[in-house]
């Protein structure tokens, strides 16, 4: 064995200690109270149920099926504007580059890209908007090209220590995972994990993060986790729904000290697609529990699962 096979072990450990998300993980301080209050939540949820929530003042967190693998949906594309940036970051790319849209790449589904005429003038910040306010199916796509692929995304992905989060779709080698999760996949945990890290300042450069932060606070779809929180208070968001699965993650930047949960789901049985959908209600339910724990004496209390009409 030469002396570079032999050292590159041993730096292992050290490695893992200098990965951004692996200090997320360190002197934490487990809720018991909190974990028990979730526990409740989803006790007769007809469904696979993962939470995470992590209290970003004072450390403590609470996790039921924290480290669980859930399909992302649409919340895949948080890691993808990661790579994105990362293509900026290193000039491959700029923010503000023009662009031309191709009926050729037109995807269905939620967002606006699709109903533009062929040969439309756009930019790369105008994908990066509607792939995180509106959720673009048809940008998405286009910005996962533009990272380098889905196999670009998962090496950045694994750099900052995330081992299960992932793009599978069309991403090489992971065909087989995609009929399981879909698009992408991930863990409360490391999603969570993930978004902390950009509102430290941590991914691809502070620039980087606090430009996608920003990206992650203008939102459209504010109906579910959001409609829990004060309207004047920041929140950082992405949500992700198939017929399956409901999950959100969602960093609040509350008075009394900013916290961040991801609810996932999968085999849902309530497949339906309206307000009351089983999947959604749980994620009202969780968010406004949240901000009633962390915010005990604000005089605005969520509205327990209703939107606005």
Known sequence: MNRRKRILPALLPLLLLLSPVFLFSQHLKHDAKLEKGLADLISTFRGS???????????????????SIFPTASIVKLPILVGLFDQIEQGKLSYHQPMIYRDS???GGSGIMQHFKDSSA??????????MSYSDNTTSLWNQQLAGGGEQINKLMEK???????????TKGREAIWKK???GQTTPREMASLLVEIRNGNIVSKAASERMYRLMTKGYYD??????????VQAAAKSGAVDASRSEVVLV?????????YVGTKDNTDQS????NEGQALIRKVSAYLWNYFEPNSKWKPPVGKASD
Do not use: C
């Open 49 to 67: 149920a993962g939470i995470y929530v992590m209290n970003l003042k004072t450390g403590s967190y609470a996790s039921l099926n924290g480290d």
């Open 105 to 107: 790449i037109k995807y």
């Open 122 to 131: 756009t930019e790369i910040s105008v994908l990066a908007h509607l792939m």
């Open 160 to 170: 900052y220590g995330l081992s299960n989060t992932r793009v599978n779709s069309r």
């Open 181 to 183: 999760y879909g698009w």
């Open 223 to 232: 109906e579910d986790a959001l409609a829990q929180i004060p309207p004047y």
């Open 253 to 261: 930047n509350a008075p009394s000290g900013e916290y961040v949960f």
């Open 273 to 276: 697609w309206n307000r009351e």
